[in-house]
């Protein structure tokens, strides 16, 4: 009996820290979006583009770096509570799993191409044109990883033991992600909105989730 009341102890340490690493992600990469959110709106020259860099490049340095460890703990909280045979039991589970982890593959590509812009790859210099288009790149790994968010928050929002609040928070937060997948279009302050929400919906669905050992 000893044993089975401590090895119900250690699941529920263990589920608390993968909430919490899921938490600490969301927090992570909304920072970084938000760094992104508030440089200057990027201009459409690619010699324009070139001071744009250096003039943002201690935020997006800041970004690249923050990204980096956003993806390593949301997938490591990801895969500790989701990795089980429960978690692809729906298919609204397999649908925002596969979401998410098409968000985390788009913001290694913003990663990516943010590190080629701030740091100097063997001396290599990059031509106004091929910074315009890494920066093309960056936006465009920022828009795919929006639109996976938007699914994956419908997704796992949308499941039968979560309350209608819960629900609709992440309908609502799916529909600020959609019209944040589009910086080029959107003011600023929304684009800021678009990270702050990423950051509050990923520490509810932990929380949530961590109420709830058993849901997907």
Not at 45 to 52: F, K, L, M, Q
Not at 90 to 111: D, E, P
Not at 171 to 177: D, K, P, R, Y
Request: with cysteine.
């Amino acid at each position: 009996m000893g044993h089975s009341r401590g090895e119900a102890q250690g699941k529920a340490t263990q589920t608390q820290l993968n909430g919490v690493l899921f938490a600490v992600g969301a927090q992570l990469a909304a920072v970084a979006l938000v760094l992104i959110a508030l440089l200057p709106r990027v201009p459409a020259e690619p010699t324009e583009i070139v001071a744009w860099v250096e003039q943002g490049r201690m935020q997006l340095m800041w970004a690249d770096e923050l990204l980096f460890f956003a993806v390593l703990s949301w997938c490591a909280g990801l895969l500790g509570r989701y990795a089980r045979r429960d978690a692809a039991s729906t298919a609204r589970g397999l649908i925002g799993l596969a979401a998410f982890l098409t968000a985390q593959v788009a913001l290694v590509v913003m990663l990516l191409s943010l590190g080629r812009l701030v740091y100097p790859v063997f001396g290599i210099e990059l031509s106004a044109d091929a910074t315009a288009l890494i920066v093309s790149e960056t936006y465009g790994g920022l828009h795919l990883a929006m639109l996976a968010f938007a699914v994956a928050a419908v997704s796992l929002s949308w499941q039968p033991r979560f309350t209608r609040l819960a629900r609709g928070l992440g309908v609502l937060a799916a529909i600020v992600f959609v019209v944040g997948a589009f910086p080029w279009l959107t003011s600023q302050w929304w684009n800021v909105l678009a990270g702050v929400t990423l950051a509050v919906w990923g520490a509810l669905l932990a929380l949530r989730h961590g109420q709830q050992p058993h849901a997907p």
